[in-house]
Each structure stands twice: as structure tokens, then as C-alpha cells.
């Protein structure tokens, strides 16, 4: 039986929750019974797949630098939780492998990849999509990018993957643009989405993850227009509130038939 609500995606985990793209915000999400993931991919030093959002380890860390000039085990040493004020340990940056592995075989995700230089994005293209077939993870992964560059060398490298155009702003004609890369889906910006491109993106057989989405009302909204996914920062609480509208729509009419006997089932 399918799900009656948009798939919930942990942004970075469960970033409104735990320190973003670690090990321990990926546990809260599949904690909360996330069935996708979003993250983000970079390349250490020593050529190992990373996740981690910013190319500058300021933010997360405090360490001064940039990702690429680190080794995967230096990575790991650090504490990725500066930006989360009050939990509890520490916890460093992970390698893609190591996050896939916690998240167990079931669950999906969404590998987005930020624009660099050709050279660094066509080795990250090339590992990436090896790592993939290799580890069989093609069913459950969609590589995203809002560089159009990136996801045709992905569409060279491997045709066979799913892609997605994450996109920002209304002048890039979203839907044209993910549609003319070959994508199958399109990420934009909940701002953007509206009746009217949801009939551009069916038109164009793309289905749409929307991010990122942190107020229920807004939630919605998306739900009601159809969207096939919902990138939010709180997993647990989308969740529940999502799993919460179902069941009591689900109890309501065996609720009413016991008022109304004429309602029963003869």
C-alpha cells in the first residue's frame, strides 16, 4: 500500500535536530523512521568521499581550512558539532561509506554535489558513480546538483543513474532545464513550487523533492499540490505529524459509522 503523504527527507540528517551531515544526526533520522536522506558529498585530501556541506570546515568544525586539504582520518578526528549548541558528544566528519552503512539497506538517499572546479567535480563524478554500482546502491540513490556541468558528466559517466536539478530561483526554468539535462527529478526551492509548475514537471515525467521545508503549514501546502518529496530539517516532527493525520483519518469514518448505524457495512 502506498504512503497517502510526500516521502519525508532528513536535510542533512536531521539538521534542526542533531549536528548536521554526522553520523549522529543520520541515527536520528532513521531513528524517526526516515525512508530518505538528503546529504552532501566532497572529497578529502586522500581522494575518500565525504560528507560535508560547506568546502571551508569553519562552520561545523572550527577548524580553519578547506576539506580537500584534510585527510579522511583527520576528518573523522574533528568535532563537527560547532554550530549545534548543546549536544552532547562529539562527533566528526564521515565518510559517504560509513553514513550508507549506518543508515542500513532500506533506505534511500539523495547525494547532492556542489559546484568546484571541472578537474575536482569530474573525479567526484567518476567515484561516485563507481562507488554506487560497486556497492549496489543504485535503486536508492538520486545524485543531485544545481551544476548543469556536473550532471551531464554524471549522465556520460554512468546514463544508467537517477539525477536531480536542484534549483533556486524561478528564472531557471526548472522544469525546462531538469528536463533538457535528462533528469528524472527536480529539486527546487519550496518557494517555487506552485500548481503551475507541478503540471510542467508531470508534463515532463519529473518528479519533485522539495527543500527546504521547515513550517507544517508550508508542509501542506507542497502535500496538497502533490509533491513527491518534503526535504525538511525535522524529521521526527513531520513525521509524526504526518503518521498522526493519517490515523485519524483513517479512524474518523469507523468513528462516525459507530454513531451512525446506517453507515455500517451491512
Same mark, same amino acid.
Given at each position: 500500500?502506498?504512503?497517502? +503523504?510526500?516521502? !519525508? ?17 543520520? &541515527? ?8 530518505? !536522506? ?11 568521499? !565525504?560528507?560535508?556541506? =560547506?568546502?571551508?570546515? @569553519?562552520?561545523?568544525?572550527? &577548524? ?9 582520518? &583527520? ?41 568546484? =572546479? ?31 556541468? +556536473? ?93 498522526? @493525520? ?13 454513531? =451512525?448505524?446506517?453507515?455500517? =457495512?451491512?
Amino acid at each position: 500500500m502506498s504512503q497517502p +503523504f510526500p516521502t !519525508i527527507v532528513g536535510h542533512r540528517g536531521a539538521r534542526g535536530e542533531a549536528p548536521e551531515n554526522t553520523l549522529a544526526g543520520f &541515527q536520528v533520522a532513521v531513528a524517526a523512521g526516515a525512508g530518505e !536522506i538528503e546529504l552532501d558529498v566532497r572529497l578529502s585530501a586522500d581522494g575518500h568521499l !565525504i560528507v560535508l556541506h =560547506d568546502s571551508d570546515l @569553519k562552520r561545523t568544525t572550527g &577548524q580553519k581550512g578547506h576539506a580537500r586539504h584534510f585527510t579522511l582520518a &583527520q576528518l573523522n578526528l574533528m568535532d563537527a558539532r560547532v554550530n549545534t549548541p548543546g549536544w552532547h558528544s562529539t562527533v566528526g566528519v564521515p565518510s559517504l561509506r560509513e553514513v550508507v552503512a549506518l543508515c542500513g539497506p532500506a533506505m534511500r538517499f539523495q547525494f547532492e554535489v556542489k559546484g568546484a =572546479d571541472r578537474a575536482i567535480l569530474h573525479q567526484l563524478a567518476h567515484q561516485l558513480t563507481h562507488m554506487i554500482d560497486q556497492d549496489g546502491l543504485r535503486e536508492r540513490v538520486v545524485i543531485t546538483s544545481s551544476h548543469t556541468g +556536473f550532471l551531464r558528466m554524471v549522465a556520460t559517466m554512468a546514463p544508467h543513474l537517477e539525477r536531480g536539478y536542484v534549483s533556486e530561483y524561478r528564472y531557471q526554468q526548472p522544469t525546462r532545464r531538469a528536463a533538457a539535462l535528462g533528469c528524472r527529478w527536480l529539486m527546487p526551492h519550496h518557494s517555487l513550487v506552485s500548481p503551475r509548475l507541478m503540471r510542467s514537471a508531470r508534463r515532463r515525467g519529473l518528479k519533485v523533492s522539495t527543500w527546504t521545508v521547515n513550517d507544517l503549514n508550508e508542509a501542506e501546502r507542497l502535500a496538497r499540490l502533490g509533491v513527491d518529496g518534503i526535504i525538511t530539517d525535522f524529521p521526527t516532527s513531520f513525521l509524526a505529524h504526518f503518521r498522526g @493525520k493519517d490515523q485519524r483519518q483513517v479512524a474518523a469514518p469507523a468513528a462516525q459509522a459507530e454513531l =451512525d448505524p446506517s453507515l455500517r =457495512d451491512p
